[in-house]
């Protein structure tokens, strides 16, 4: 074992503040492994709360496993020392589950080094019953789990408090042979496990049928937690070397009622959910006992009902409030208030596309006039830096689109400007401009991804205005890891074939072409409406024909209303 990364976990152990795991002995053990960095995996509130959930339970031990950094990589390879568990130091073998929670499918190339690491084979099929069981949580699996069926012993679907109890209790009891283990875990409502299906193909490389073995569900149905109020969300464990490490992070809602017809998170969370100010007090009062920021998590902060309230409460009680983004037509003068209180320099606005006919299409709900009275908002309330998020390579989209976007933030630097110099400073406008993925379970799953050389195209338009206007700059997500993160998202059980060679460092066309298949085929063919799609096994609750019918009316760029408690639409949020 190397002294120097034992010293290393020991240290970060030291800086830590918070949930600790169970001693070992006689309880079921769980390896929670987060596929990065533990940067990153420290910032990841679904991983603190699974960790929180296990130890929680007096017969279960929860241990945490990470990405080593690069340099630790090189020396875990020249020492021999296998990955180890940053509370106790043991190997990755030596747990009886290792739960992997993934939340980006661009982290699934790191899943070969840290099996390598771990002395573990990569595929399910070679590893047999001498290994531990490894099961796959997060949004990935439920969003697509196709892609790792090979790897994986078994899926979570859906949200942990409502998973965790059944598999927990089930794997808890006495040695079960693998065989009748599958079985019972696969009767469990949201465990998939992949080896008791079997996947056909057309000829033209679609997807036939996925066909359950004996006692497994034809779908498995997405579990969610109906009252967040019965399970709190937050920083369990505080760690200074994280994104943000300054702050308590706490989730003060699931789920979105928009229907931006893009956004995979407004889909998979249905119903929308929100927990009350009486929990919420109690989890910002926790919080702002180890930091004096609080960081307010969910995919429509502004739209909490009672947000003003929350806000005062935290800073009344001397803390500051922090947020990822707002939103444009929910923007109030209080909530500016609290943000310019709480030291904020820079916040973010999503208007998505610069045209109407693109806001339109993606089902925004946003028309320019709102767009530019939120900016003033902010300006004139003192936040002197503004990130406005952008999509590109949107379905119809064409370069009038691009040049309309132009237009837009021309018009919010010259509000932006004129209340800087007002104030007496001239802040920094940022442009974060995104490729545009079709994700699994939205009304676009069946529209293609722009190809790379008109997408290119776009970014030197955009690149080349930014760099004439003062006080702005832009910021481009890598075309080519756009194009990974599509393929990986949307692909079927053949796509994780290709996974050793991407994480060797091979591009994905050259990997493509090893192992026999077409990126084109997953990233740029329209789908028909009737094709069957591999995360079809998956039901999350919204149904396909919804689904289909707003595709329709994107193309159509006609707006659908939001979601609302029995509106029936969806088929979740009734």
């Known amino acids: 074992m190397s002294r120097k990364l034992l010293e290393k976990a020991r240290r970060r152990m030291q800086e830590e503040t918070g949930c600790r795991s169970n001693p070992w002995g006689g309880r079921l053990s769980v390896a929670l492994v987060y596929p990065n960095t533990y940067h990153q995996a420290m910032s990841n509130l679904g991983f603190l709360s699974v960790y929180h959930l296990v130890n929680s339970r007096e017969g279960a031990l929860c241990e945490r496993f990470f ?288 045209s109407q006919r693109m806001r339109d299409l993606i089902n925004k709900g946003l028309d320019e006039a709102q767009i530019l009275h939120a900016v003033r908002f902010l300006a004139e309330g003192g936040i002197p830096n503004l990130k406005l998020y952008f999509l590109i390579g949107l379905p119809g989209e064409k370069e009038e689109d691009i040049e309309e976007m132009l237009g837009l933030v021309t018009r919010i630097r010259e509000v932006w400007v004129a209340e800087g110099k007002r104030l007496g400073r001239l802040g920094q406008i940022t442009l974060s401009v995104n490729p545009f993925i079709p994700k699994p379970f939205t009304p676009l799953q069946w529209a293609p991804m722009e190809q790379e050389k008109s997408l290119r195209k776009k970014v030197r338009r955009i690149r080349s205005f930014s760099a004439r206007q003062a006080n702005v700059e832009a910021t481009f997500e890598s075309l080519r890891g756009a194009a990974l993160q599509a393929f990986l998202s949307r692909g079927d059980r053949r796509v994780g074939s290709v996974l050793p060679a991407l994480a060797a460092g091979e591009n994905l066309r050259a990997a493509c072409r090893e192992a026999g298949l077409d990126p084109a085929f997953y990233l740029y063919r329209t789908r028909g409406e009737n094709e069957t799609f591999p995360w079809d096994v998956i039901d999350n609750g919204v149904r396909r024909d919804y689904l289909w019918q707003e595709y329709e009316r994107a193309l159509e760029g006609r707006a659908t209303p939001r979601c609302t408690p029995g509106c029936r639409r969806c088929g979740v949020c009734g």
């Open 67 to 354: 990405l080593p950094d690069p340099e630790d990589i090189a020396e875990h390879r020249k020492t021999g020392t296998p990955l180890f568990s940053l509370e106790s130091g043991r190997p990755l073998a030596d747990f009886d589950l290792i739960a992997f929670s993934i939340s980006f499918e661009n982290d699934y190339l790191h899943l070969p080094v840290l099996f390598d690491l771990a002395r573990i084979p990569l595929l399910a099929a070679d590893r047999g019953a001498r290994f531990p069981l490894v099961l796959c949580g997060g949004v990935c699996a439920f969003l697509n789990p196709e892609p790792l069926a090979g790897i994986m012993d078994l899926f979570a679907v859906g949200e942990g408090e409502a998973l965790l109890p059944g598999l927990l209790d089930t794997l808890g009891e006495a040695d079960q042979e693998r065989s009748p283990l599958f079985q019972r875990l696969a009767a469990l409502p949201g465990i998939y496990v992949p080896s008791l299906y079997e996947v056909a193909y057309r000829q033209d490389g679609t997807v036939c049928s996925c066909s359950p073995g004996e006692g497994a569900p034809a779908r498995v149905r997405r579990q969610w937690l109906a009252d967040l109020d019965a399970a709190p969300t937050r920083s369990f464990v505080q760690a200074g070397e994280t994104e943000f490490g300054d702050m308590a992070l706490v989730e003060i809602s699931r789920g979105c009622s928009r229907g931006c017809r893009f956004c995979a998170a407004g889909f998979i969370y249905l119903p929308p959910r929100e927990r009350s100010l009486e929990h919420l007090s109690e989890q910002v009062e926790e919080g702002l006992c180890h930091r004096n920021k609080v960081g307010l998590v969910g995919a429509a902060v502004s739209d909490y009902s009672r947000i003003e309230e929350l806000n005062q409460a935290i800073l009344q009680r001397g803390g500051r409030v922090s947020v990822a983004s707002l939103r444009i037509d929910s923007l109030t003068a209080e909530e500016v208030a609290a943000l310019k209180e709480s030291g904020h320099k820079t916040v973010s606005l999503a208007p998505e596309a610069g």
